[in-house]
């Protein structure tokens, strides 16, 4: 079992940033792929950004690539979102979640491959 606690959400200008953080506790924090998605009012969950248990790959949405970063340090078993050139699109309630795997090197974007996840942030982008 893992817990995850996401911070850093708040209201930002568009063309702002932010940066969100998810500590991790409980087990092995790099025995987990670690993800974030997204939920804005009226829409369905969406994948933002995914890093390795390596903290080496990542892969990110087409919606923010570019603008978005996924890191890791697992010294501190956390994972981050560094936003940048925020869009009153990025609205949403944001939620870090831990993936059970295997692999190394590797990452879902599916939230269905997620066995745990946090409680979410809000992050407001005002135009």
């Known amino acids: 079992q893992v817990q995850l606690v996401e911070s850093g959400g708040g209201l930002v200008q568009a063309g702002g940033s932010l940066r969100l953080s998810c500590a991790a506790s409980?087990?092995?924090?790099?025995?987990?792929?670690m993800g974030w998605f997204r939920q804005a009012p009226g829409k369905e969950r969406e994948f933002v950004a995914a890093v390795s248990r390596s903290g080496g790959g990542t892969y990110s949405s087409d919606s923010v690539k570019g603008r978005f970063t996924i890191s890791r340090d697992n010294a501190k078993n956390t994972v981050y979102l560094q936003m940048n050139s925020l869009k009153p699109e990025d609205t949403a309630v944001y939620y870090c979640?831990?993936?059970?795997?295997?692999?190394?090197?590797?990452?879902?974007?599916?939230?269905?491959?997620?066995?745990?996840w946090g409680q979410g942030t809000q992050v407001t982008v005002s135009s």
């Open positions: 409980g087990r092995t924090f790099n025995g987990y792929a």
């Open positions: 979640a831990a993936e059970t795997t295997v692999y190394y090197s590797s990452s879902s974007s599916s939230a269905r491959d997620y066995d745990y």
